[in-house]
């Protein structure tokens, strides 16, 4: 039986940290499939038929925005935010790690607003069971709580990177990539 030292604690947490990214991001991939069928049946609908529908745009909006929110996690985790690289690359490691470190903080700052803000938010929505203004009258508390999950998502994500670059500069060399 494997004994878990506490110096791999950090880096367990870090680890289920990537996993719950990892698994949320390819999960809520499936959100764009989703998306495209309802944009075609929209189509279909419309120039085919001449019978557009009431419920795709709206729905299509919901998607593709909580989409864009839950996926950001696993975008960070996997390195797809644009970065000034370009800018960093002839640095020392340790400089590169600072800046990184820097990078992270405004995004954890960025993240906590966008969690605070979202679930006030959320929380209005929800006291008065706010539904749009579209014909079918659909809920959009629940988009609004999407908001809320994904930027827990993408703050925890930034924690883990953001302790990975303090460990990094600190020892000199990549930790837990």
């Given at each position: ?5 506490s110096a791999d604690k ?163 060399e990549e930790y837990g990539?």
């Amino acid at each position: 039986m494997h004994h878990i030292k506490s110096a791999d604690k950090p880096g367990n947490m870090l680890q289920l940290i990537d996993k719950l990214s990892d698994i949320s991001g390819k999960s809520v991939s499936y959100l764009v499939w989703i998306g495209a069928v309802i944009l075609s049946v929209e189509v279909v609908s419309r120039y085919f038929f001449q019978a557009p529908t009431i419920w795709a745009h709206g729905y299509s909006q919901r998607i593709f925005g909580s989409y864009f929110i839950l996926v950001g996690a696993f975008t960070l985790l996997r390195g797809g935010h644009v970065r000034v690289d370009l800018i960093i690359a002839n640095f020392s490691f340790r400089t590169r790690k600072f800046f990184d470190i820097i990078n992270y903080l405004f995004l954890l700052i960025w993240s906590s607003v966008l969690i605070t803000e979202g679930w006030e938010f959320f929380s209005r929505s929800w006291k008065v069971k706010e539904v749009d203004e579209m014909a079918l009258a659909h809920p959009v508390y629940p988009v609004k709580f999407i908001l809320v999950t994904g930027a827990v998502l993408i703050f925890l994500q930034g924690l883990a990177m953001l302790i990975r670059a303090a460990i990094s500069m600190i020892k000199g060399e990549e930790y837990g990539s």
